[in-house]
Structures are given as structure tokens and as C-alpha cells.
T-cell receptor
Framework: AQTVTQSQPEMSVQEAETVTLSCTYD???????LFWYKQPPSRQMILVIR??????QNATENRFSVNFQKAAKSFSLKISDSQLGDTAMYFC????????????FGKGTRLSVIA | DGGITQSPKYLFRKEGQNVTLSCEQN?????MYWYRQDPGQGLRLIYY???????QKGDIAEGYSVSREKKESFPLTVTSAQKNPTAFYLC????????????FGPGTRLLVL
């Protein structure tokens, strides 16, 4: 079975600064997908970024980027130029390569962006 | 607009009562999922369905039931056997492709009276 661990229950960052959220996972699979989801106070789950394990290049989406270290089974999220709207719970999630398999989530990191 | 809708937004259950949470999607997605969210627990899988008239149990299926009679709909029933139903329930859907991203509805908050 796969497990996902987010070791930072809470973090804070000053507006316009950069912050990195950690995620590690355990799997015996060689190919899979990794995701970061954001859940703001509205509780709507929003996809932030996804990474295919067979791609060596780290995914980026505007101010969001990941550092994917397959051998170390690490998948951290970097948020640059933090904005007040980035305040949310952030969940790391794992999915097997085969289609339509459920996500396995970490317990989340609560990020507060301070003005 | 395409998307996933969940209703109601808030639901109150009396002791011994079965309640049903609605999840509808018009994205033409094949797969649908139900997750439960408790404080400090992340999201845990209750049930999922990859195709109409078929579904599989997740990690915490006890006390819950589902049906998938239509592609667009995946209702979740919380039965009286679920002794601790107070939680936030999220429905998601995805296309039938490897790595298909799951998109989530707005959720239903279930409270016990």
C-alpha cells in the first residue's frame, strides 16, 4: 500500500517571500503520478500542480513549482512570491499509473501568508 | 457551466437515520469518488466507481453505501451503522485515462443532532 507523509502540520510565510512544503511517499510502483491540491477556507479542493514520475523535469505552474526526487521519494512544493490568497491547506497526493485509481492523500500542511 | 455539484451544503442526521448525499457531474467523466475529511486526517477514500453499475470499497466503506445507475450521478448513503458520521464529504470525478486528474465538488458538511 502507498503512504504519503507531510511532516509540517503548519507553516507561515511573509507576503512576497518563498516557502517550501515537504512531502514524502512510500511505494513499490515505478510509474505513478503525484499531485498538490490546495484547500482554501471555502474548502473547495483545487489542483495546484501534477507530476508524472516518468518525467525527470520538474513541473511548474506560474508561481508554483515542485522538486521531485524519485530516488528519495520526495515531492516538495515551492511557492514563490507568496500572496495572501495562497493561505490554505495544502495536500500532497499519490496516484498509481493505471487509470482511475483513487488518490492517496497526506494529512496536509496549513499555510498562512502574513501581510 | 461544466462541473461537479454536491447537495446539500449542510446536512443534519438524527440518531438511527439514513441520509443520502448527492453528487452530480456534467463533465462526461467515467470515474467518480467519495472521500471523507476529518480534522487532521486528510482525505480518506470511502467508495469509488470506474464505470456505471460498478463500484469498489475504499479504506473506510463500513457504514456507507453507494449506487452508480447513471454516469452523471454517484450518491452516497450514510447509514445508521456509521457511528461517527460527522465529517466533511467530498465527491470527485476523473476521465478514463491513466493519470486522469480528479476534480472535486464543493463538499457536504454532515452533522449529527
Amino acid at each position: 500500500a502507498q503512504t504519503v507523509t507531510q511532516s509540517q502540520p503548519e507553516m507561515s510565510v511573509q507576503e512576497a517571500e518563498t516557502v517550501t512544503l515537504s512531502c514524502t511517499y512510500d511505494t513499490s510502483e515505478n510509474n505513478y503520478y503525484l499531485f498538490w491540491y490546495k484547500q482554501p477556507p471555502s474548502r473547495q479542493m483545487i489542483l495546484v500542480i501534477r507530476q508524472e514520475a516518468y518525467k525527470q523535469q520538474n513541473a511548474t505552474e506560474n508561481r508554483f513549482s515542485v522538486n521531485f526526487q524519485k530516488a528519495a521519494k520526495s515531492f516538495s512544493l515551492k511557492i514563490s512570491d507568496s500572496q495572501l490568497g495562497d493561505t490554505a491547506m495544502y495536500f500532497c497526493a499519490f496516484m498509481k499509473l493505471l487509470g482511475n485509481t483513487p488518490l492517496v492523500f497526506g494529512k496536509g500542511t496549513r499555510l498562512s501568508v502574513i501581510a | 457551466d461544466g462541473g461537479i455539484t454536491q447537495s446539500p451544503k449542510y446536512l443534519f442526521r438524527k440518531e438511527g437515520q439514513n441520509v443520502t448525499l448527492s453528487c452530480e457531474q456534467n463533465l462526461n467523466h467515467d470515474a467518480m469518488y467519495w472521500y471523507r475529511q476529518d480534522p487532521g486526517q486528510g482525505l480518506r477514500l470511502i467508495y469509488y466507481s470506474q464505470i456505471v453499475n460498478d463500484f469498489q470499497k475504499g479504506d473506510i466503506a463500513e457504514g456507507y453505501s453507494v449506487s452508480r445507475e447513471k454516469k452523471e450521478s454517484f450518491p452516497l448513503t450514510v447509514t445508521s451503522a456509521q457511528k461517527n458520521p460527522t465529517a466533511f464529504y467530498l465527491c470527485a470525478s476523473s476521465i478514463q485515462l491513466a493519470g486522469g486528474t480528479q476534480y472535486f465538488g464543493p463538499g457536504t458538511r454532515l452533522l449529527v443532532l
